[in-house]
């Protein structure tokens, strides 16, 4: 129930945002393709007995030069080895769609609040050698993230580098961003975000 209420809530203030789009532009013109922007981040992490490689690409607009909400999906792999006894292996994969409000109270700082539905694929492999069970499961949960981040400067134009931490506090037993005793881990992503048709030089003040 405490999800659904959250996930309401996220959507009220995307559907007000965009409400407030809309009327902004109507008076300005209409739609502007100016503000639209694409970006996402890529996750690359390889250790001796762990691989994790992801991808979390988004699509979005800029409702004014403070405040960007957008859609996004992600897909995340995980490898694991050597888990609970020597020879035995973990495979998970994490993949669903996601939408987040990105607000910039000055232009290299900005604050974030992510909805994510993940679907999860689990399997365990047991080694040669021991008695634990093979096992598969399929779960699902919904994240809702929130922190903030670092940007190399959203100024007129919509491209930068960014780096973020967030925390998932729907506190959802299933969460991919949750420890083995449910609590919320850090979850660091960086990327970039890249504007789209803003040729030219122009300089967007919304």
Known sequence: MKMKKITLLFLMFIVSFNLLAQDKD??????????????????LSFGNSVTVL??????????????????STNFNYTSQRDNVVMGDKIRQTVYGPG???RVFPVHFLFAQAQFEQNFIKYKYI??????????????????????????????????????????????????????????SIPVFRAGMNIELFQGGGRSRRN
């Open 26 to 43: 109507e008076k300005k013109g209409g739609f502007r393709k100016e503000n639209l922007f694409t970006g996402g981040n890529v996750t």
């Open 54 to 71: 992801g991808l979390s690409p988004y699509f979005g607009y800029s409702i004014t030069k403070y405040l960007d909400v957008a859609l």
């Open 99 to 101: 939408a987040f409000i």
């Open 126 to 183: 047991p080694g040669s050698n021991n008695s634990y069970p093979a096992e598969k499961q399929s779960l699902d949960a919904g994240s809702f993230l929130v922190g903030g981040g670092y940007s190399s400067g959203k100024r007129d134009g919509n491209t930068y580098y960014y780096v973020s931490i967030l925390w998932d506090v729907s506190k959802n037993k299933n969460s991919p961003y949750t420890d083995y005793l449910g609590r």
